[in-house]
């Protein structure tokens, strides 16, 4: 097609090629979603992620394995193929923190085991205090046993905000006040990854002004966060075992591990 466009100049000749490019294009599809020719092949691997999911950050806690690809099309085949009771969908869509995967497959099938209480992260309000123009909302987070986490915090609703290492008054900030960029829905994003002896325990200092937001904004949370541990669950492997051979796994930085925990902080007034 490349070398074909550099005659489209020509005089009589772009109606023809123009046809003969739509022809190609239009049989490269019908083959493809046919099956005849395979969209993804082992030289041409198609990109996955397998994680398995506790998330708390609802009334209830839920966990499930996640099963999904930055690739275009369904994920229908690799599901069947796993046999695992995966449900596919964009009614399953996953607010990771720094994204949101919009097309899931999903089961609960075993998730509720292999993985530990003890790595489920807590975000919890230590201190509420007026301040002149507004509070103060002193929040304890502890990333469990994750030294790879990601957090978002809504800026429509906090005027700024501190963060240190620990709860002791002494500790140095890590973040210190100052003025604070969003993106366009509002949230603040950081990002976290360290060794072996990083913190886990941390606290914020949310700046909240008097100022009263609309309703719609009070729906979604204060906080949220987002930790990952690079540990294959038996329900994870068991996953990747049964992919179909076409498949790689591949994440990029903000993605999540194969055990990801989500929890959050709701609007308080």
């Not at 490269?28 to 030289?43: H, I, K, M, Q, R």
Request: glycine share 6%; charged share 30%.
């Amino acid at each position: 097609m490349v070398y074909l466009l550099a005659y489209i100049h020509l005089s009589g000749a772009k109606k023809s090629i123009v046809t003969a490019l739509c022809i190609i294009t239009a049989l490269s599809l019908a083959l493809v979603s046919s099956g005849v020719l395979p969209a993804f092949t082992e030289d041409t691997a198609r990109a996955v992620n397998v994680v398995h999911v506790v998330d708390t950050s609802g009334q209830d806690q839920v966990a499930f394995i996640s099963l999904f690809s930055n690739t275009p099309g369904n994920l229908n085949m690799e599901a069947e193929q796993i046999k695992e009771g995966f449900r596919c969908g964009r009614e399953n869509k996953i607010d990771f923190v720094s994204f949101e995967a919009k097309y899931n497959c999903v089961t609960k099938k075993d998730a509720e085991v292999g993985w530990d209480k003890h790595d489920i992260p807590v975000l919890r309000v230590i201190n509420d205090k007026e301040r002149e123009g507004g509070r103060v909302i002193a929040v304890s987070m502890d990333t469990g046993g994750s030294s790879r986490w990601t957090l978002r915090i809504d800026m429509d609703e906090i005027e700024d905000f501190t963060m240190q290492v620990g709860e002791e008054e002494e500790e140095e900030l890590m973040i210190e006040r100052g003025e604070k960029s969003s993106n366009e829905e509002g949230w603040h994003q950081i990002q976290f990854a360290g060794g072996k002896k990083a913190p886990t325990s941390f606290v914020l200092k949310l700046y909240k002004e008097e100022e009263v937001s609309d309703d719609k904004k009070k729906q979604r949370p204060l906080l949220k966060l987002r930790t990952d541990l690079n540990r294959r669950t038996p329900q994870v492997q068991r996953v990747l075992e049964r992919l179909p051979p076409f498949c790689t796994m591949f994440g990029k930085s903000t993605s999540p591990f194969t055990l990801a925990f989500l929890a959050s902080l709701p609007y308080t007034k």
